[in-house]
C-alpha cells in the first residue's frame, strides 16, 4: 500500500456543443490516447434544489473523447437541460506512454471516485453512497491536486482525510 498523488489540470467552462464540436483529440491511430481530449469532466447547471450553478455530474472519458461522451450525455439528459457549463479535467500524464496505460486510467478511476464521493454531484447515481476502496487501487491514501478552473473544487482532495473520521475505528 503506498500514497498516490493525482495532479489534474481543470479548463472551462464550455458549453456541450463546444465539446462536442472541439474536444475531438483523440491521438492518431497507431498510438491511441495520444490526443489531449481525454480525462475527467464536472457539469454545472441549474438544480430544482441546489439552484443555479448546482455541480450536477463528475464523469470520466477513458475509453473515448470528451467530444464522444459529450454526445452520448447530449441525447440522453443534457438536451433537456438549459445553460450548463463544463470544465474539462486533463490528469497529467505524458501523452505518449501513459495516457491509456493501466496506471493512467486507474489514476482518472480512483480521480472520479473521490470526487463524486466527496461533492455528491446531485445526477450521479454511482460512487456516492460508499467510500472509494482505495486498498482496491493498492493506496493508503490519495491526493487530488487541482489546478487550472477546477470551479467549485478545493485547490487539494486528501482521501481518506476528507471524509471526516476522527480515527481509523470510527470508519463505517
Known amino acids: 500500500m503506498f500514497k498516490r498523488i493525482i495532479e489534474i ?14 474536444m475531438k483529440d483523440g491521438g492518431s491511430k497507431k498510438n491511441k490516447w495520444s490526443g489531449e481530449d481525454y480525462g475527467l469532466y464536472q457539469i454545472y447547471g441549474r438544480h430544482i434544489l441546489a439552484g443555479k450553478n448546482a455541480l450536477l455530474y463528475v464523469g470520466q472519458a477513458v475509453q473515448q ?18 445553460g450548463c457549463k463544463i470544465h474539462l479535467g486533463k490528469v497529467k500524464a505524458d501523452p505518449k506512454k501513459d495516457r491509456g496505460s493501466r496506471q493512467w486510467k486507474k489514476d482518472v478511476d480512483i480521480a472520479e471516485a473521490i470526487l463524486v464521493y466527496k461533492y455528491t454531484p446531485n445526477y450521479n447515481s454511482s460512487l456516492k453512497q460508499d467510500e472509494p476502496d482505495l486498498k482496491k487501487y493498492s493506496y493508503s491514501c490519495v491526493r487530488l491536486i487541482h489546478k487550472g478552473k477546477k470551479k467549485r473544487l478545493k485547490p487539494k482532495d486528501h482521501a481518506p482525510e476528507d471524509y471526516g473520521y476522527k480515527k481509523k475505528d470510527d470508519r463505517p
Open 9 to 22: 489540470n481543470w479548463s472551462g467552462p464550455y458549453t456541450c456543443r463546444h465539446v462536442i464540436n472541439k
Open 65 to 82: 473523447t470528451f467530444s464522444a461522451r459529450f454526445k452520448q450525455h447530449e441525447k440522453d439528459w443534457m438536451r433537456y437541460e438549459r
